[in-house]
């Protein structure tokens, strides 16, 4: 059974850093476009940030570009999102997703893609 498991949300000050992880199990990530959103409460979901299947491609929203970063360890078939410089605007239930189709270029930002989901970690940012 395929299973994606966040964890490392929390409350943090603003300016502060998170890092979450995704923990993938039931399959091999590495051939997936892999992605991180985020839904703040009443509004829509948003794509955050996306790697490319084997890692050698980023991409970002404005909003967080130059302050997240993307990652993943293939060993131990976890992706990872480093949140760097968190504002209030960032408060949201973060979520990691797979793309269905292995080995092709992640489509961008858009969620359409994304089959699989995990069930989300809450990140709070204060003042």
Not at 117 to 123: A, E, S
């Amino acid at each position: 059974q395929v299973q994606l498991v966040e964890s490392g949300g929390g409350s943090v000050q603003a300016g502060g850093s998170l890092r979450l992880s995704c923990a993938a199990s039931g399959y091999t990530y590495s051939g997936h476009c892999m992605g991180w959103f985020r839904q703040a409460p009443g509004k829509e979901r948003e794509g955050v940030a996306i790697i490319w299947p084997g890692g050698g491609y980023t991409a970002y929203a404005d909003s967080v570009k130059g302050r997240f970063t993307i990652s993943q360890d293939n060993a131990k078939n976890t992706l990872y999102l480093t949140m760097n410089s968190l504002k209030l605007e960032d408060t949201a239930m973060y979520y990691c997703a797979a793309e269905g189709v292995q080995w092709r270029s992640c489509s961008g930002l858009s969620s359409d893609p994304f089959t699989t989901w995990g069930r989300g970690t809450q990140v709070t940012v204060s003042s």
